[in-house]
């Protein structure tokens, strides 16, 4: 499962992920990402547990339209080698 809260503000817009980046979730987030109007975004991923592969390829697919922050040490080792932690 993975909750995804939406808080929109006069400097952009911040998701806040819990849970696990897996499959049906993965195109959820792309769904509510697509729907954030243009502008700054911020994906805070303090309480995201786990990703699985498809869950890693687009937390680095989305480094280029998002800051992203809070990586757990799990995601922190995962994406080893980029400059996303």
Known sequence: MLRIHTEPGSGGTLLRLE??????WIA?????????????LTI??????????EGEQLLRSL???????GCSPFLSELLRGSDLR
């Not at 849970?19 to 049906?24: A, F, M």
């Not at 805070?44 to 592969?53: E, M, N, S, T």
């Open 19 to 24: 849970g696990s980046l897996v499959g049906p």
């Open 44 to 53: 805070d991923l303090a309480g995201v547990g786990y990703a699985d592969k």
């Open 28 to 40: 959820e987030l792309l769904r509510v990402i697509a729907a954030v109007p243009a502008g700054a």
């Open 63 to 69: 480094n280029a339209r998002a800051e992203l922050r």
